[in-house]
């Protein structure tokens, strides 16, 4: 049997294959390259999709979240209090804007920022929450948003795992100040490149965020804030404006894997992702608790199913920023889910035949 990737961009690229390329095509037409009219589209469609007032593409979700503290003006002197079990681009964009991330433990279940552990973090110099919607399953956006309003502080929402997970019925990304996407290509929302958007229901810091993205600039060579060059080129919104009708079937499918994974490896160890009521997860990875988690990994790899580790080390840990000066021991919840993590393989594309294959497979591994 072939084997089986964690995620398979070839797979969806045919089924799609010839309307993207038309789509290219068109772009090269008009060379409209930079902010061209697949952009504006693009932006509309999103924005109607999610049920936000303004979408603002940029060049990836690195650069919406730099994009969107910077348009909340923080910066030096400023802590922001986040998660340390994340993508380190969620840290790197504050550490770059001269802020400080301040870490809050996580949720074991969600694997989210636990709203119960923020208000201990918070002091003088707090600007900011900056929640991460892991993997596409939503933080607890309800009391982070109260804590927010009661202390006067921003939310930014890093939605890039979870574009189209919804919470109470809303879109994240749309619940706090800004919300920021990516659309790097293994995202279920993926470009055939680096592309990203912020998302907003405030005119005036979706302007301000796209002028950032243009250079601070809202007229040419009129510069009113030192801003960046972060355009989402007009190529990947063309590309992305096709892909994009077909993002509802997807996280469908997503959700139907999930549903079968999570039948398929009870009553075995590992403990398959957790769903919260009212929520929807996206299922952008599925990601199981093991314990003798290497062993697993090495079994699953050995029988052709790709498997990986979404993150073997918490940020807190990491060597860029152990400057902040939280040890081993800081967050416990963080360091023992880095231990036992796992993602499966899940997309769209992938097979009945396949699901059951990868189940039968953490199955054997507990019984062998
Ligand atoms: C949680 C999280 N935040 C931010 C990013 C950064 O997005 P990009 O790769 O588009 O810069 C990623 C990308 O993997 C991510 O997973």
């Not at 009870?266 to 992702?273: A, L, N």
């Amino acid at each position: 049997m072939p084997p089986i990737r964690i995620v398979d961009l070839q797979r969806q690229h045919r089924t799609l294959r010839e309307p993207i390329e038309a789509a290219v095509r068109q772009v090269l037409e008009d060379c409209d390259f930079v902010m061209g009219r697949a952009v504006a589209e693009f932006e509309a469609d999103l924005s109607r999709y999610l049920g936000v007032r303004f979408a603002v593409g940029c060049a990836s979700g690195t650069d919406a979240l730099r994009i969107a503290l910077m348009a909340l003006q923080i910066g030096p002197e400023d802590e922001v209090i986040t998660t340390p079990f994340t993508f380190a681009a969620t840290v790197e964009a504050i550490v770059l804007q001269g802020a400080r991330p301040v870490f809050a433990d996580i949720d074991p279940r969600t694997f989210n920022l636990d709203p119960g552990r923020i208000g201990e973090r918070i002091t003088s110099r707090t600007r900011a929450i900056l929640p991460v919607h892991l993997f596409g399953h939503p933080a607890d956006m309800d009391p982070i948003l109260d804590l927010a309003r009661e202390k006067k502080l921003r939310v930014i929402e890093d939605a890039a795992q979870a574009v189209g997970a919804r919470y109470g019925g809303r879109c994240v990304g749309a619940l706090g100040d800004i919300g920021c996407l990516s659309f790097y290509p293994a995202k279920h929302l993926g470009a055939c490149g680096d592309g990203g958007a912020l998302l907003t229901n405030d005119p005036e810091l979706a302007r301000r965020c796209r002028m950032i993205s243009l250079h601070g600039a809202e007229r040419r060579y009129r510069h009113e804030y030192s801003g960046l060059n972060s355009r989402l080129d007009s190529l990947q919104a063309a590309i992305l404006k096709v892909k994009l009708p077909h993002l509802e079937s997807w996280i469908e499918r997503r959700i139907r894997i999930a549903g079968a994974y999570d039948r398929a490896l009870q009553p075995h160890p590992p403990t398959p992702p957790f769903r919260a009521p009212r929520v929807r997860h996206v299922y952008n990875q599925y990601s199981i608790r093991s314990p003798r988690r290497d062993g697993l990994a090495e079994f699953l790899r050995a029988r052709g199913v790709d498997c990986a580790i979404h993150y073997p080390l918490p940020l807190h840990l990491q060597p860029a920023y152990r400057c902040l000066a939280e040890g081993k021991g800081s967050f416990p919840h963080a360091e023992a889910l880095a231990e036992e993590i796992l993602s499966l393989p899940i997309f769209p594309e992938l097979t009945r035949e396949e699901t059951e294959q990868v189940a039968v497979a953490v199955r054997d591994f507990w019984e062998s």
